[in-house]
């Protein structure tokens, strides 16, 4: 069978040199693509920085502001991932998940890890992510596409071959890597180069070596003959060096071996069916910026020629020569005696050529939704704020659509990658901290405060039997004032324990729970006028009330209104009412849940002393 080494090598000719046939009329280099985006986010020329004469060629950029207003359109907060029970009894324990969700993210800053992926999303319309484990720690990583081999059709279904480059101390310091096998290797080492071939520098210490994830026959693993139908998913690190001649090389097997799942993942924007990558910010304007770059260049050599003064005459010394040439090089003309030498008219049409550059800057605003009202620019005068407006909601509909299928793939993420790796950590008594919301904080305090004070109330029955004195009924509204006296001292941090019992581990706790990821982004770009208009309509409305009770018609209608706001949910106000504090709540003695559990704890007690 054809070796790994070959595989990558007839992989990575194939990614540079392939061409996709995707329809009749349809075709495409996925590569040419990648190189064509990366140019154009550099301000520079695909056909080279200056023309046929050496004249430089501006570069009119207009894909760097709409790269990143779909980067600020389609932003995500770790906040926004949070996990739900999926039963109304596991309700404390999907808040305590979320818990520990939100010390994995802030550990490993995941906040950095969801501009990262948004900003490579905005500029190419996809992205590949990876999870790597690294001292007991998962961490996400964006994977630049510079460093992909992948096929530009089906992503899935063939292998991902990953360009790397280390140092040899970073070959050495892998001990999963074969030690002769790196030896070898740096022996051979050579200068850093592209998935093109181009050298990146003239630094030699940087070895390429190539890391290729994918599902392949295990007789790459077992050397069976038997084994060539059996594929396995895979995990190999190789190396080759050209040698003398044509087509031979030096492979280098530094590790293979078998992998759970593939560490790698496909997102998209916008997803097209057949199309590993998709159409991006950069991808759509191709055309357009190419167009306004020839609308400049136009511009540019119409204004210095206008800057010159040039001659016509009908002097037969003159047949065949290129005057603007011969002016550009700074040569001095002459001409006979008698000849007429006259002006020649050079006055440049500049506004036709604006003109003819602003339809496809126009152009580009309408096909990447980006018109002024979003964009931030001042509206025309006489244009009403509310058409802007209008136009402005119209346009960010389809970030809307961008931002849920990003929050659909991180909910897959979290499914596949981050919650296994969880349910694994879960092996450990460890305390873990959170800093939450202010309803999150009565939720929390309402579910310790009461029966903290019932365990206070009853050690002090005990203390109280056990040291002869007579024993008090304590007073369980004052207990739980303290409690909450020293919780609120923290702040809007808590610190939790899986139990009192100290062999108790988080995953006893988590044993039964069953959690559904959920991701709900925060539009940012909501007008925050409307929001405190709702706000001021629904505070008029409580007032109103005047301390009566909502009736069913009246709840429906109050909770809509402050859903439309999107920073308050009806559940959260519904928490809040429910966490009312003890001393609004009527509590007679004879009805007291806890009175039973002192009078049996001390009457136990009592008979067990005597």
């Not at 890890?113 to 319309?125: K, Q, Y």
């Not at 084994?227 to 190789?238: F, K, L, R």
């Not at 909502?550 to 949910?569: H, K």
Request: hydrophobic share 35%; glycine share 6%; aromatic share 10%.
């Amino acid at each position: 069978m054809e070796s790994i080494c070959s595989i990558v090598r007839q992989a990575e000719s194939n990614f540079k040199d392939g061409t996709t046939e995707k329809s009749a009329y349809v075709s495409f280099s996925m590569k040419e693509d990648l190189d064509t985006i990366d140019a154009y986010l550099n301000s520079k020329h695909i056909s080279g920085e200056e023309d046929t004469l050496g004249r430089l060629k501006p570069f009119f950029n207009i894909v760097i502001a709409v790269r990143n207003l779909w980067f600020r359109a389609t932003d995500i907060d770790r906040k926004n991932i949070r996990i739900k029970s999926s039963k109304v009894a596991h309700y404390l324990m999907a808040f305590l998940a979320s818990i520990h969700l939100q010390n994995w993210m802030r550990k490993t800053n995941f906040g950095k890890f969801l501009n990262d992926w948004g900003l490579v999303l905005a500029s190419h319309g996809s992205s590949v992510i990876k999870f790597v484990e690294k001292d007991g720690m998962l961490y996400p990583e964006t994977i630049p596409w510079s460093q992909l081999i992948v096929d530009p059709v089906d992503f899935e279904h063939n292998p991902v071959i990953e360009k790397l480059y280390f140092t040899p101390a970073q070959l050495r310091q892998n001990k999963s890597y074969n030690r002769d096998m790196v030896e070898q290797l740096i022996a051979s080492k050579g200068p850093r180069k592209t998935t093109s071939g181009q050298q990146i520098d003239q630094k030699a210490d940087y070895i390429e070596v190539y890391e290729i994830h994918g599902e392949l026959p295990l007789y790459y693993l077992t050397d069976k003959e038997e084994d060539e139908q059996t594929y396995q998913q895979q995990m190999h690190a190789i190396s080759f060096v050209s040698k003398r001649g044509r087509n031979t090389y030096d492979d280098y097997t530094l590790y293979s071996g078998r992998e759970k799942q593939s560490p790698y993942m496909l997102t998209h924007l916008i997803e097209e069916k057949g199309q590993t990558l998709s159409n991006g910010a950069v991808k759509y304007l191709f055309q357009s910026q190419w167009m306004v770059n020839h609308s400049a260049k136009l511009i540019k050599d119409q204004l210095d020629l206008a800057s010159k003064i040039i001659f016509q005459t009908s002097d037969g010394n003159f047949v065949g020569k290129n005057v603007l040439t011969q002016i550009e090089n700074g040569d001095i003309l002459t001409h006979a005696q008698n000849q007429p030498l006259t002006q020649l008219n050079n006055k440049p049409d500049i506004a036709a050529m604006q003109a003819f550059g602003q339809q496809w800057h126009s152009l580009s605003k309408e096909i990447t939704s980006t018109p002024e009202a979003l964009r931030g620019e001042t509206l025309p005068s006489g244009t009403p704020y509310s058409l802007g407006a209008y136009l402005g909601g119209q346009a960010g509909s389809l970030f809307e659509l961008m931002v849920e299928n990003k929050g659909l793939y991180i909910e897959e993420m979290m499914r596949k990658f981050i919650l296994p790796y969880l349910k694994k950590k879960m092996d450990t008594t460890e305390e873990i901290s959170a800093t939450l919301e202010s309803h999150q904080i009565k939720q929390i305090d309402s579910a310790f405060v009461p029966g903290e004070a019932i365990k206070q109330s009853n050690q002090k029955i005990i203390d109280d039997v056990l040291s002869g004195k007579i024993t008090e009924q304590p007073d369980i509204m004052a207990l739980e004032g303290k409690i909450q006296a020293k919780l609120d001292e923290k702040g809007n941090q808590r610190f939790i324990s899986p139990s009192l019992i100290k062999t108790t581990k988080w995953k006893d706790v988590f044993k039964d729970f069953k959690g559904i990821f959920e991701c709900d982004p925060t539009d940012e770009k909501q007008d925050t006028q409307a929001v405190m208009a709702t706000y001021d309509t629904a505070l008029k409305f409580i007032i109103g009330l005047q301390g009566r009770k909502l009736t069913p018609v009246e709840e429906y209608l109050f909770n809509g209104l402050i859903s439309q706001t999107g920073y308050l949910s009806p559940v959260e106000i519904s928490s809040l009412n429910a966490s009312t504090p003890p001393s609004q709540l009527p509590i007679e003695p004879a009805q007291s849940v806890e009175q039973p559990v002192r009078s049996v704890a001390g009457q136990q007690l009592q008979t067990a002393i005597k």
